[in-house]
């Protein structure tokens, strides 16, 4: 069974940073075939996708992310990680992230992100 395990959430002042990070494991397939997508929910909402990036290497952003948030991954760690910076208080949340490969659909427990003004 595929296991996605999301670090790195917490609690920061608006304006500040976080790394959050997610390690896929336990995969019959190599990490880097993977899609990875970070993905974000509040209580009541629907889930949004923050970022993704593909098995090359190419990026989408959701445009309110644009330009604070930066998602890479290391295929060598299989981990994807997403950089935000310049956080603001509508960035709390928590955030999921997602891998998708052949078809399989994986997700993540979610890590909390407050971000106090």
């Known amino acids: 069974q595929v296991q996605l395990v999301e670090s790195g959430g917490g609690l920061v002042q608006a304006g500040g940073s976080l790394r959050l990070s997610c390690v896929v494991s336990?995969?019959?397939?190599?990490?880097?075939?993977?899609?990875v997508g970070w993905y974000r929910q509040d209580p009541g909402k629907q889930r949004e996708l923050v970022a993704a990036?593909?098995?090359?290497?190419?990026?989408n952003y959701a445009d309110s992310v644009k330009g604070r948030f930066t998602i890479s991954r290391d295929n060598g760690k299989n981990t994807v990680y997403l950089q935000m910076n310049s956080l603001k208080p509508e960035d709390t949340a928590v955030y999921y992230c997602?891998?998708?490969?052949?078809?399989?659909?994986?997700w993540g427990q979610g890590t909390q992100v407050t971000v106090s003004s």
């Open positions: 997602n891998a998708q490969v052949a078809g399989w659909n994986y």
């Open positions: 336990q995969s019959l397939f190599s990490f880097s075939l993977y899609r």
């Open positions: 990036i593909t098995s090359g290497g190419s990026t």
